[in-house]
């Protein structure tokens, strides 16, 4: 399905980039021809990721360091990339999520993951948005035919029902979703198409650690999914390289979920934490802020 060559010549951007889900992507790309544009911020990280992907796959790999809360300092990365030639798309992978009782939040615990996931994601593509209207216009207008700019959000798969012990990213990934139909309608007469994905649990080190805290990576998705397995960041690469290769411009404006049919059957990732008592709760919450320590110590 996915022949060498298949992303030739195309230059994709994908936030959060340096690790995980957004890592993963990026190589799947690159594998297939497309130079790729990885930001976050740790700069240290994307700087070895991108050593370690060009020494594997060769190609292409810029690198850009900031924090998307930033409005302004995600115009001015988004000035420098297209100084150096356009975009074909956007990967919105960029995001933060942690466990909680809502009443246990904090105004800034709320504001860190609301900063990152939804106005952080916005800044991003409405900062590239602008770049590809101008360009349509410049152009004389874009007309049905020609190459579409394409742009793919991360989101989960609690956005329609909502998601317990996680409502700050459940409300901001609720806003990226709407955001995405929003845009896919405004955007598609300059040639621009959005769509999103919410994937299910596919075991990362930030996904684990923060949201199955002291858990083995995979365990829950194992005893409760409809196909008694978590995702693999395969399925994710392949769906995310059929999102944004071309072939297939008419599909814009939805939201796919890719979860083994875990949504459905079970209403929402967290909500057998209902049952966790308080003890279990401080346990989490220390697992949590131990990892954050980390995380900050290796930031320096």
Request: net charge neutral.
């Amino acid at each position: 399905m996915f022949q060498p060559g298949l992303l030739a010549g195309r230059r994709y951007l994908v936030t959060g980039g340096g690790t995980g889900l957004g890592r993963a992507m990026s190589e799947r790309f690159l594998q297939l021809g497309a130079s790729v544009v990885i930001c976050g911020r740790r700069k240290a990280v994307l700087d070895e990721t991108a050593a370690e992907m060009t020494a594997t796959y060769g190609g292409k790999v810029e690198t850009h360091g900031l924090d998307i809360r930033d409005a302004q300092a995600v115009d001015a990365m988004v000035e420098r990339i297209f100084t150096d030639g356009p975009l074909d798309g956007l990967v919105n992978n960029a995001a933060g999520n942690f466990i909680s009782p809502t009443e246990a939040l904090s105004s800034r615990a709320f504001d860190a993951i609301a900063n990152i996931v939804f106005h952080g994601t916005f800044y991003v593509t409405n900062a590239i948005g602008k770049q590809w209207i101008r360009g349509a216009r410049e152009a004389g207008g874009w007309q049905p035919g020609k190459p579409m700019k394409s742009v793919l959000s991360i989101v989960v798969t609690w956005v329609d029902n909502g998601g317990p012990y996680v409502v700050p990213s459940a409300m901001s990934k609720a806003g990226v979703a709407t955001m995405t139909r929003s845009l896919a309608v405004e955007w598609a007469k300059y040639g621009i198409r959005l769509n999103a994905v919410g994937p299910g649990e596919i075991p990362t080190e930030g996904m684990s650690k923060r949201l199955n805290p002291g858990e083995e990576p995979g365990a829950r998705s194992k005893a409760t999914n409809p196909q008694m397995r978590p995702g693999t960041m395969s399925e994710l690469q392949n769906l995310a390289t059929f999102l944004m290769a071309p072939g297939c411009d008419w599909l814009t404006g939805e939201v796919l979920f890719m979860d083994g049919a875990n949504h459905l059957a079970t209403g929402g990732t967290f909500y057998a934490l209902r049952e966790w008592s308080d003890a279990q709760w401080q346990e989490a919450r220390d697992r949590i802020e131990a990892q954050n320590a980390k995380d900050r110590g290796q930031r320096g």
